[in-house]
C-alpha cells in the first residue's frame, strides 16, 4: 500500500482523514499543535504542554470504533468547576502527556486503546507559538487571537524556535504522496510548513505534493483568494514550485448558503485553470461540495476517492 501523508490541523484535516480512512492506503497525519485556545488552551497554560484538541480531532476521525469512540473523545464537561468545557479527549491526551513526557507517545498509546488506523504524529514536541503580521502592520500573538482579529495577515512565524520531530522527518522522507489541506491556510496549514527542516525535508521529498483548496474563504486569511492565491503562498512558505497538483471543487455554492456567508465575510474561493496551468500546477477539479447545517463542507468520500484514484494512476 501507498503511504500517504497529510498535513493540517482543525475541522478539514478531520473531514478528510474520514473519508481516506475507508480506501486502502497507509496514513500518517500531521497535525499543528499551535492552538491557544478553548480547552487545549487552558490545558497548555495550566500543564505547560503543546496544544491537544486538533489531535483529539484527528484521533476521532480515523478510529475505526467509530461512533462510541468520538462520543467518549469529543464529550464536553458541563459543570460549576474546573472541569467545565473540558474534552474528554483532551483531557486524556493531558494524563498520557505526563505520564510519557511526550505527545508522540502519547498518540502511540492511543491510537491502539482507540484502534486508530494509521499514524497521528504532531509536528512539534514544542510549545508553538503563532504570530501574525498584518497588513494594517499590527503584530498579534497567539493563533486564537489571529483568528478572532479577522485581519488581513501578511505573514505568519513561530514566536519562538519550533523543532520537528524525528518521527515526523521520517514519515515524510517515506511518502508516496504528501497532501497538505484541507484547513485554514495561515493558522493551520502553514504553521507545518515553517520550521526550516520541515521545508528541507518537505522539498527533498520525492513524493507528489497536492493542495486540497477550501471552499470558501475565511475573513481575515484568505479574502479575496482564488485556488491560485493559496498555492503561490504555500510555495512562498516552502519553496517555488512546491505544490504539484491541486484538487479544487468545481460546483458552485447555491446562492441561499453564500447568502448566509456574507455575514462572516467570506465567499466561494474562485477556481482560475489558466492561472493553474500557466504556474505548471496539475489540476483535479471535481465535485467534492457537502451542505451540512448550512454550511459548505467537502464531502469526505468524494474527496478521498479523487485522492485514491490519483493515488493509483502513480
Same mark, same amino acid.
Given at each position: 500500500m501507498k503511504n500517504v501523508v497529510v498535513i493540517g490541523g482543525g475541522t478539514g484535516l478531520s473531514t478528510l482523514l474520514r473519508g481516506l480512512k475507508l480506501f486502502p492506503m497507509n496514513i500518517t497525519a500531521i497535525v499543528t499543535v499551535a492552538d491557544d485556545g478553548a480547552s487545549s488552551g487552558r490545558l497548555r497554560r495550566e500543564f505547560d504542554i503543546p496544544a491537544v484538541g486538533d489531535l483529539r480531532n484527528v484521533l476521532v476521525s480515523?478510529?475505526?470504533?467509530?461512533?462510541?469512540?468520538?462520543?467518549?473523545?469529543?464529550?464536553?464537561?458541563?459543570?460549576?468547576?474546573?472541569?467545565?468545557?473540558?474534552?474528554?479527549?483532551?483531557?486524556?491526551?493531558? &494524563?498520557?502527556?505526563?505520564?510519557?513526557?511526550?505527545?508522540? *507517545?502519547?498518540? /502511540?498509546?492511543? =491510537? !491502539?486503546?482507540?484502534?486508530?488506523?494509521?499514524?497521528?504524529?504532531?509536528?512539534?514536541?514544542?510549545? &508553538?507559538?503563532?504570530?501574525?503580521?498584518?497588513?494594517?502592520? *499590527?503584530?498579534? /500573538?497567539?493563533? =486564537? !487571537?489571529i483568528t478572532k482579529a479577522g485581519k488581513h495577515i501578511k505573514k505568519i512565524e513561530y514566536k519562538n524556535r519550533v523543532r520537528v520531530t524525528p518521527e515526523v522527518l521520517e514519515a515524510v522522507h517515506d511518502a508516496d504522496l504528501i497532501i497538505v489541506g484541507i484547513g485554514s491556510l495561515y493558522t493551520s496549514i502553514i504553521p507545518n510548513l515553517l520550521p526550516r527542516e520541515m521545508k528541507k525535508a518537505l522539498m527533498n521529498s520525492s513524493a507528489k505534493k497536492m493542495y486540497i483548496c477550501n471552499i470558501m474563504s475565511e475573513h481575515g486569511e484568505t479574502d479575496g483568494y482564488s485556488v491560485s492565491d493559496c498555492v503561490k503562498q504555500i510555495n512562498k512558505y516552502v519553496g517555488k514550485n512546491f505544490i504539484d497538483i491541486v484538487l479544487a471543487n468545481k460546483k458552485k455554492v447555491p446562492d441561499e448558503i453564500l447568502e448566509l456567508y456574507k455575514n462572516e465575510k467570506a465567499s466561494q474561493i474562485m477556481l482560475d485553470k489558466e492561472e493553474l496551468k500557466k504556474m505548471g500546477v496539475e489540476l483535479i477539479s471535481a465535485d467534492l461540495l457537502s451542505i451540512k447545517n448550512n454550511q459548505a463542507r467537502h464531502d469526505n468520500v468524494k474527496t478521498a476517492l479523487e485522492v485514491f484514484t490519483y493515488l493509483t494512476k502513480e
Amino acid at each position: 500500500m501507498k503511504n500517504v501523508v497529510v498535513i493540517g490541523g482543525g475541522t478539514g484535516l478531520s473531514t478528510l482523514l474520514r473519508g481516506l480512512k475507508l480506501f486502502p492506503m497507509n496514513i500518517t497525519a500531521i497535525v499543528t499543535v499551535a492552538d491557544d485556545g478553548a480547552s487545549s488552551g487552558r490545558l497548555r497554560r495550566e500543564f505547560d504542554i503543546p496544544a491537544v484538541g486538533d489531535l483529539r480531532n484527528v484521533l476521532v476521525s480515523l478510529s475505526e470504533a467509530e461512533p462510541l469512540v468520538e462520543d467518549l473523545l469529543q464529550y464536553r464537561f458541563n459543570t460549576y468547576s474546573d472541569l467545565d468545557k473540558h474534552a474528554m479527549g483532551n483531557l486524556l491526551l493531558t &494524563a498520557m502527556y505526563n505520564i510519557t513526557g511526550s505527545l508522540t *507517545k502519547s498518540l /502511540e498509546s492511543l =491510537s !491502539k486503546i482507540f484502534n486508530i488506523k494509521g499514524k497521528v504524529l504532531p509536528i512539534t514536541e514544542d510549545k &508553538a507559538i503563532l504570530v501574525a503580521h498584518t497588513t494594517d502592520g *499590527k503584530t498579534i /500573538e497567539g493563533e =486564537s !487571537k489571529i483568528t478572532k482579529a479577522g485581519k488581513h495577515i501578511k505573514k505568519i512565524e513561530y514566536k519562538n524556535r519550533v523543532r520537528v520531530t524525528p518521527e515526523v522527518l521520517e514519515a515524510v522522507h517515506d511518502a508516496d504522496l504528501i497532501i497538505v489541506g484541507i484547513g485554514s491556510l495561515y493558522t493551520s496549514i502553514i504553521p507545518n510548513l515553517l520550521p526550516r527542516e520541515m521545508k528541507k525535508a518537505l522539498m527533498n521529498s520525492s513524493a507528489k505534493k497536492m493542495y486540497i483548496c477550501n471552499i470558501m474563504s475565511e475573513h481575515g486569511e484568505t479574502d479575496g483568494y482564488s485556488v491560485s492565491d493559496c498555492v503561490k503562498q504555500i510555495n512562498k512558505y516552502v519553496g517555488k514550485n512546491f505544490i504539484d497538483i491541486v484538487l479544487a471543487n468545481k460546483k458552485k455554492v447555491p446562492d441561499e448558503i453564500l447568502e448566509l456567508y456574507k455575514n462572516e465575510k467570506a465567499s466561494q474561493i474562485m477556481l482560475d485553470k489558466e492561472e493553474l496551468k500557466k504556474m505548471g500546477v496539475e489540476l483535479i477539479s471535481a465535485d467534492l461540495l457537502s451542505i451540512k447545517n448550512n454550511q459548505a463542507r467537502h464531502d469526505n468520500v468524494k474527496t478521498a476517492l479523487e485522492v485514491f484514484t490519483y493515488l493509483t494512476k502513480e
